[in-house]
């Protein structure tokens, strides 16, 4: 074989190795390229979850603290109404107390005389109680309650009419 043929095959082997060279290296740029495209999509795919995230995270913490508050108002209405609860059981303690040494003074003072006005008190509280089981069982019902009829007494020193 002639030495330029040779030649001529070696740099022809020679050019379709720089060529396919060339295509490799350009079909890798095109493929990093496509790697780099699909990287940055994932990033702005991972950057809206992240935000989505944050802000479900910040929902949740409200919604937390929200209930945490209305749960501690909750104890603090409680923690009043029971105050108010004992002071008006502490209130009606020293009422009966009270009530139960002025009877006994009104006894020492008038004997007799608690038990007339016990018993009277009782049949003037009877009515009322039977008014405020009947509001309780028609409570939409309208309540006609009649007035009880005051008497006029006129006295022998000629002053005015008094109502009994």
Same mark, same amino acid.
């Given at each position: 074989?002639?030495?330029?043929?040779?030649?001529?095959?070696?740099i022809?082997?020679?050019?379709?190795?720089?060529?396919?060279?060339?295509?490799?290296?350009?079909?890798?740029?095109?493929?990093?390229?496509?790697?780099?495209?699909?990287?940055?999509?994932?990033?702005?795919?991972?950057?809206?979850?992240? +935000?989505?995230?944050d802000?479900? &995270? !910040?929902? @949740? #913490?409200?919604?937390? *603290?929200?209930?945490? /508050?209305?749960? $501690? =108002?909750?104890?603090?209405?409680?923690?009043?109404?029971?105050?108010? +609860?004992?002071?008006?059981?502490? &209130? !009606?303690? @020293? #009422?009966?107390?009270? *009530?139960?040494?002025? /009877?006994?003074? $009104? =006894?020492?003072?008038?004997?007799?005389?608690?038990?007339?006005?016990?018993?009277?008190?009782?049949?003037? &509280?009877?009515?009322?109680?039977?008014?405020?089981?009947?509001?309780v069982?028609?409570?939409?019902?309208?309540?006609?309650?009649?007035?009880?009829?005051?008497?006029?007494?006129?006295?022998?020193?000629?002053?005015?009419?008094?109502?009994?």
């Open positions: 074989m002639e030495p330029w043929l040779i030649a001529v095959i070696v022809a082997v020679v050019v379709l190795l720089v060529l396919a060279a060339l295509a490799l290296s350009r079909r890798g740029k095109a493929a990093k390229a496509r790697k780099a495209e699909q990287a940055r999509e994932a990033l702005r795919d991972a950057q809206l979850r992240q +935000a989505r995230a802000k479900e &995270q !910040a929902l @949740a #913490d409200e919604q937390l *603290a929200r209930t945490r /508050r209305e749960r $501690a =108002e909750a104890d603090e209405r409680l923690v009043l109404a029971e105050q108010e +609860a004992q002071g008006r059981a502490t &209130q !009606a303690a @020293a #009422d009966r107390t009270a *009530a139960t040494q002025l /009877r006994a003074k $009104a =006894e020492k003072l008038a004997p007799g005389l608690a038990q007339r006005d016990a018993g009277r008190l009782e049949a003037e &509280q009877r009515p009322n109680a039977v008014q405020q089981s009947n509001a069982q028609q409570p939409n019902a309208v309540q006609h309650v009649e007035q009880e009829t005051q008497t006029i007494h006129t006295t022998p020193s000629g002053g005015g009419a008094t109502r009994a």
